[in-house]
């Protein structure tokens, strides 16, 4: 995820804030805490670590330098262009993986204006993130497709298995033109110039309109989750 502010960009929309709370209600008040199944297998609680900390790290990394390829050095300024993990991984995103099964790393800042190509330079940003998740994906489902991951046993498989998902996950999901997901950055590229000048409007309206889709109602989530399925199945053969 790029940040999602007009002019310098970055920092966590207030806006997002608000939908973290409201979905944390939702979830303790219908007693779903995600991590259940990881809880019973310690394997998969540590899988799901290791596939969210790389899709993560990834994801932003790759919206750092892309930016920078183009022109835009504040990520690189602000100690984003790094694999580090630390400088990506954002605590409350972290806690809400533990108990949700729903994260999200630090949103990387970039700057429009310096960028090379204007809004189709920020929506070749953006789609950095989601495209590494799937080359991710793609490469660690290679042992499974073709049968190596039995080699060192059925965890390290578990394991693959985990990043294969999440990251096919994760790339999906922020696919979604709807703010503050970097299809919406995708999105601001193309549209009229009229549109895009009042576009921090339908920033602010972003974050509801997701809780709206996929917390309120269970068809986008399950739509995405289907998704998700099949194009994991595809990537390690099943």
């Known amino acids: 995820m790029i940040g999602a502010q ?4 970055g920092g966590f929309p207030q ?11 939702l979830q303790l008040a219908n007693g779903r805490l995600g991590i259940q199944q990881e809880l019973s297998n310690p394997v998969a609680l540590i899988a799901l670590g290791i596939a969210f900390v790389i899709a993560v790290t990834f994801h932003e990394f790759m919206h750092a330098y892309v930016a920078g390829r183009l022109g835009d050095a504040t990520a690189r300024l602000m100690g984003r262009l790094t694999l580090n993990p630390l400088a990506h991984l954002d605590p409350l995103g972290t806690a809400f993986l533990i108990l949700f099964r729903f994260g999200w790393g630090k949103p990387v800042p970039v700057n429009y204006s310096r960028l090379q190509g204007g809004r189709r330079g920020g929506a070749a940003v953006a789609f950095a993130g989601p495209a590494t998740n799937f080359v991710i994906a793609a490469i660690f489902a290679l042992p499974l497709r073709f049968g190596a991951g039995s080699i060192f046993g059925p965890d390290y498989e578990l394991i693959l298995g985990y990043i294969v998902y999440f990251n096919v996950l994760l790339g999906l999901f922020n696919l979604v033109p709807i703010p503050p997901l970097d299809g919406s950055n995708i999105l601001y590229a193309f549209v009229p110039p009229r549109l895009a000048w009042n576009w921090a409007q339908f920033q602010q309206l972003g974050p509801f309109l997701l809780l709206l889709i996929f917390w309120a109602t269970p068809v986008a989530g399950v739509v995405l989750g289907t998704l ?3 194009i994991a199945s595809f990537l390690i053969g099943a």
């Open 6 to 9: 007009r002019g310098g960009f």
């Open 228 to 230: 998700t399925n099949r």
């Open 15 to 25: 806006g997002m804030i608000i939908l973290i709370a409201l979905f944390a209600l």
